[in-house]
């Protein structure tokens, strides 16, 4: 008898454990901070002395810059749990009346409370706290800062971006001051949250020297997969930004490669037409990662569960080491009714650059992925070929046609600038002081 009760008051046990378990969910905080006032120091006092002048009031914190180390920013934090608590705390009344900055950490805010974010949210594995902060005050004041250099520099400490270490994310107001769309807002928080949800580990030196990427380079897989994997979310949420993506991952795109011998330069005669390049070089792309994808996901749609296949292979495989080739094979593997379709739309992609040995690597040996390469160069490579390569196209063109395959369309694709202001930028690109090694830490 007694170890029956034994037994039940274990069983009865594990049976809470589970059901708290499963009860139990990461949570998703958002906090408003008003950039209050910008402390500095100067001929007759020290930064330090400044600070220590400062009489803070509730829920104000002063936080130093990352850029500037003689410069620091009284602020004030609020956590916010609705649209109009956030929008008081700006100080005005309704949306309308708002800044362009201000209206996308707004749209940033309402894009958190969506049903796809919540959905999101199950498969955190820590909490996210999201910053939002707001400068508005010292954005275009040219009394404060007639040179201009403070912006610069609060644009770099506020630039939106998570971080692997904590798991939180930083909006930035400065960043869409010149940004006509607020609806950027809410694009940016779902590329920075999904950053959040994935565990792949960052490696040293994988978006170059100068620890930036931008849509249109070449970096490494690793950045390429990550990257692509964030961009792939604001895809599902926003059909402007599978235009801006998709028109990136074409044949006559021009790539940039950071210079190997100057950080942070990229030289005209380091760029290199998408079609030119090998698949290596593709899959080290954001944007056609970004793009396979979303591809992928437009051909096959939802599983019986009512889950995005690509997402569900994606939180299957999640770990430190993750990365595209092991996604796609979890997606085969779970859906292989979608094999086929899957095998050309990463030819079609990747501009039939793969060999076969490239390929079967890619997807795993099946006897499905074994009888598509043995029919592939005859069969779906070669109807690109016939497709993509018409009589107007040059010689030169018909003869790397074997190595060059993809959409035909027209060569309207401009290199994408650089400078920090333009919003094909990443939205990742944040310059250290120095301090650290890595973009996500904080």
């Known amino acids: 008898m007694k170890n029956i009760k034994f037994l039940f008051v274990i069983l009865f046990m594990f049976a809470l454990f589970f059901s708290s378990t499963k009860a139990f969910a990461f949570e998703l905080e958002l906090y408003y901070d008003k950039v209050e006032e910008l402390l500095q120091g100067n001929a007759n006092s020290s930064l330090e002395d400044v600070i220590n002048s400062i009489s803070l009031g509730p829920d104000e914190v002063i936080v130093r810059s990352k850029v500037d180390h003689n410069m620091a920013y009284k602020i004030k934090e609020v956590k916010i749990?609705?649209?109009?608590?956030?929008?008081?705390?700006?100080?005005?009344?309704?949306?309308?009346?708002?800044?362009?900055?201000?209206?996308?950490?707004?749209?940033?805010?309402?894009?958190?409370?969506?049903?796809?974010?919540?959905?999101?949210?199950?498969?955190?594995?820590?909490?996210?706290?999201?910053?939002?902060?707001?400068?508005?005050?010292?954005?275009?004041?040219?009394?404060?800062?007639?040179?201009?250099?403070?912006?610069?520099?609060?644009?770099?400490?506020?630039?939106?971006?998570?971080?692997?270490?904590?798991?939180?994310?930083?909006?930035?107001?400065?960043?869409?001051?010149?940004?006509?769309?607020?609806?950027?807002?809410?694009?940016?928080?779902i590329h920075e949250y999904s950053h959040t949800l994935d565990k792949g580990s960052f490696i040293d030196g994988m978006y170059g020297t100068d620890k930036v990427h931008y849509l249109?380079?070449?970096?490494?897989?690793?950045?390429?997969?990550?990257?692509?994997?964030?961009?792939?979310?604001?895809?599902?949420?926003?059909?402007?930004?599978?235009?801006?993506?998709?028109?990136?991952?074409?044949?006559?795109?021009?790539?940039?490669?950071?210079?190997?011998?100057?950080?942070?330069?990229?030289?005209?005669?380091?760029?290199?037409?998408?079609?030119?390049?090998?698949?290596?070089?593709?899959?080290?792309?954001?944007?056609?990662?970004?793009?396979l994808l979303y591809r992928i996901h437009e051909k096959t749609g939802y599983n019986s569960k009512g889950e995005d296949k690509i997402s569900a292979a994606f939180y299957a495989t999640n770990n430190e080491d993750n990365n595209m080739s092991n996604v796609i094979k979890q997606f085969l593997k779970d859906n292989p009714e979608d094999a086929k379709v899957v095998y050309e739309v990463i030819d079609k992609t990747l501009l039939g650059k793969m060999t076969d040995k490239e390929f079967l690597d890619f997807v795993g040996e099946s006897e499905g992925s074994l009888e598509y390469v043995e029919n592939r160069k005859k069969g779906f490579l070669a109807k690109l070929k016939d497709k993509f390569f018409k009589k107007s196209d040059s010689k030169k063109d018909k003869e790397t046609a074997n190595n060059s395959v993809s959409e035909s369309i027209e060569?309207?694709?401009?290199?994408?600038?650089?400078?920090?202001?333009?919003?094909?930028?990443?939205?990742?690109?944040?310059?250290l002081n120095g301090d650290s090694s890595n973009p996500f830490d904080d």
């Open 81 to 189: 749990t609705s649209e109009e608590q956030l929008i008081k705390e700006m100080g005005e009344d309704s949306y309308k009346d708002l800044t362009n900055s201000q209206k996308a950490l707004v749209c940033a805010y309402r894009a958190s409370m969506q049903p796809s974010v919540e959905e999101r949210k199950s498969h955190a594995y820590r909490d996210c706290k999201v910053n939002l902060y707001d400068t508005s005050d010292f954005e275009g004041n040219d009394d404060l800062d007639p040179t201009g250099l403070k912006q610069r520099i609060m644009d770099t400490d506020f630039w939106p971006g998570s971080f692997e270490k904590s798991g939180n994310v930083r909006m930035g107001s400065a960043h869409f001051r010149n940004e006509t769309n607020a609806e950027e807002g809410k694009s940016i928080f």
């Open 216 to 291: 249109d380079e070449i970096t490494t897989e690793r950045a390429a997969f990550k990257e692509g994997w964030a961009e792939y979310n604001e895809m599902l949420e926003s059909k402007d930004k599978v235009k801006e993506y998709e028109k990136i991952a074409r044949k006559n795109q021009v790539l940039k490669v950071e210079s190997d011998t100057m950080a942070g330069f990229y030289l005209s005669k380091d760029n290199i037409k998408a079609k030119d390049t090998s698949a290596e070089q593709l899959l080290s792309n954001e944007c056609f990662m970004a793009t």
């Open 411 to 431: 060569d309207t694709t401009a290199t994408i600038p650089v400078e920090n202001e333009d919003v094909e930028v990443s939205v990742d690109k944040i310059q």
